[in-house]
């Protein structure tokens, strides 16, 4: 949208505040946060970062990065680069989404396997105690011991590769550099 209203001939900071109120709901509260600091007459750029820290999100950090170098000099073809911005990060997006169904999928295996081998010794305990007496000794203690860290860092692992790693955000770690 912004892209479209500098289109128009508008500047940035006049592109921002008229786009502001129509911004995707999930980022509305944080854009409109960016509006009002610029209506009080902050600068744009330290506005800009404060969007991209409010925001916190590496697809943002792209457009804020691009806005920010914007406000600090003139850009010929921000336009275009805010065009080619929107489709990557809708590509990314959509990638983020495909992943995140498989993980879901890893997710639902992890739990089944999970809940069968705790089902399973459950089970074990209450109907085949006999089945559990050879680990009445500390020697079977210390066997039961050993499986059940085997359990334990096998679960462990599955849930580790259940799970993605956030990706790095480059503007966060301009501001704290």
Do not use: C
Not at 79 to 92: S, V
Not at 121 to 133: C, D, E, Q, S, T
Request: glycine fraction near 8%; hydrophobic fraction near 50%.
């Amino acid at each position: 949208m912004v892209r479209d209203t500098l289109a128009a001939a508008s500047g940035l900071e006049q592109a921002i505040l008229s786009t502001a109120p129509l911004t995707p709901k999930a980022i509305r509260e944080d854009v409109g946060e960016l509006a009002l600091r610029l209506e009080r007459g902050d600068r744009l750029g330290p506005a800009l970062r404060g969007l991209a820290a409010s925001l916190a999100d590496p697809i943002s950090d792209l457009v804020v990065a691009a806005l920010v170098k914007a406000a600090d000099q003139p850009a010929r073809q921000l336009g275009d680069l805010l065009g080619a911005l929107a489709h990557t990060a809708r590509e990314q997006v959509s990638m983020t989404m495909r992943v995140e169904a498989g993980r879901a999928r890893t997710r639902t295996s992890v739990r089944v396997v999970v809940g069968t081998t705790l089902a399973f010794a459950v089970a074990v305990v209450l109907l085949n105690r006999g089945y559990l007496a050879a680990y009445d000794s500390w020697e079977g203690q210390l066997v039961l011991l050993g499986i059940g860290s085997l359990f334990a860092a096998g679960f462990t692992w599955l849930t580790k590769i259940s799970q993605a790693p956030a990706p790095a955000r480059f503007l966060a770690a301009e501001q704290e550099a």
